[in-house]
């Protein structure tokens, strides 16, 4: 039985980006009642973007902070019910399932997890101080804006190749700025950077510093070689931060499968994940497509997944 202090809800689902805030739309007109916790990046990931201007029904593109403001109406429209914070204490060991944020205690009979991944940055003040004014982390959403100039990627993944292809069709060139002389990326995504005539490698470099002003955002890029220590400017206006991202399952690493890389298994075509009756949707699960409409996507499944699982596990 549940612990009458705490509050209970039949579907908890934590995150409130477009998985978390879709999945609660679905649960919420299902009559589940669902509660959301939004956590320490409310809206997620596409509230540190600009223009969003590949989700459909919006041809005129729109606010990454403004889609996410519609998302969570449209959730509050149909009665979720909305607590702020992060969830520091999970336990999904016994039923039913307690969260623990630092203002609340509650307990559910699934949970969604919607908790996302985030861009994993360099570290620099001036990365932070040009963010969407030059430096982006995702060249799908703010490649557009960058037709014809030239343009930096740091990384050597197969993201940072991912991300300097897409871009190579769109710029005039793109530096891939890499600290080893080697990647790591598979040999596909390398052979076809190589190929690439518009990218050009800077070997065993960093970025030492984004260069620009208010008016005009970032203009140039301060590149090391640290090899050589050797320090040169590169007239830029684009930084695509290709690093790697993070999944935000830290307070799950023990209690759900979780692949390699940090990332929520879940069986493949459905969001059930290792323990019955957590379900996981969005980027937290999804380290391939990692797009506001595809979290939304599999947001949806999840409140179906976890509706069906609820008729078939509750009188
Ligand atoms: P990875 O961890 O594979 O690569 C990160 C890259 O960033 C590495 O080259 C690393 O350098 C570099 N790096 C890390 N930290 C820093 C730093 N502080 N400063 C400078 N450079 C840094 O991440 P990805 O996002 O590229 O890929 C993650 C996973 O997702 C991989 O398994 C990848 O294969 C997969 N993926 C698959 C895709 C596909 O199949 N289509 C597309 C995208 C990703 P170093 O090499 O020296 O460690």
């Avoid at 982006?136 to 030239?150: I, K, M, P, V």
């Avoid at 994940?273 to 949707?281: I, L, M």
């Avoid at 949806?300 to 609820?310: G, N, P, S, V």
Wanted: proline share 4%.
């Amino acid at each position: 039985m549940p612990n009458q202090s705490k509050q209970h809800h039949k579907v908890l689902i934590l995150g409130s980006g477009p998985a978390g805030l879709t999945a609660a739309i679905y649960a919420a007109r299902s009559n589940l009642q669902p509660a959301l916790i939004s956590g320490p990046e409310p809206g997620g990931q596409l509230t540190i973007t600009t223009e969003v201007e590949n989700f459909p029904g919006f041809p005129e593109g729109i606010q990454g902070p403004e889609i996410m403001k519609l998302f969570r109406i449209q959730a509050e429209r149909f009665g979720t019910q909305f607590y702020t914070g992060e969830a520091l204490i999970v336990n999904l060991s016994s039923r039913p399932f307690q969260l623990k944020t630092d203002s609340v205690e509650v307990t559910c009979d699934t949970l969604i997890v919607a908790t996302g991944a985030s861009a994993r940055w360099i570290g620099l003040d001036s990365e932070t101080r040009f963010q969407n004014r030059g430096v982006s982390a995702c060249a799908t959403c703010d490649g557009f804006f960058f037709r014809g100039h030239e343009v930096a990627v740091v990384g050597g993944g197969d993201t940072a190749m991912e991300e300097a292809l897409y871009l190579a069709n769109l710029c005039k060139k793109v530096y891939v700025i890499h600290r080893r002389d080697e990647l790591r990326a598979s040999q596909i995504m390398q052979e076809r950077a190589f190929q690439h005539e518009s990218i050009t490698f800077i070997w065993n470099s960093v970025v030492e510093e984004v260069l620009g002003n208010d008016q005009q955002g970032m203009t140039s890029l301060k590149v090391k070689n640290i090899q050589t220590n050797e320090i040169k400017d590169y007239p830029l206006t684009g930084l695509f931060v290709a690093i790697g991202h993070v999944p935000n399952t830290k307070a799950f690493a023990d209690q759900l499968t979780l692949d390699e890389n940090g990332y929520i298994v879940v069986k493949p075509g459905t969001t059930y994940t290792s323990v019955e009756g957590v379900f996981a949707c969005g980027d937290v699960q999804d380290r391939v497509y990692r797009q506001a409409i595809t979290a939304a996507g599999t947001g949806c499944m999840a409140a179906i997944d976890a509706e069906r699982w609820l008729a078939e596990h509750t009188s």
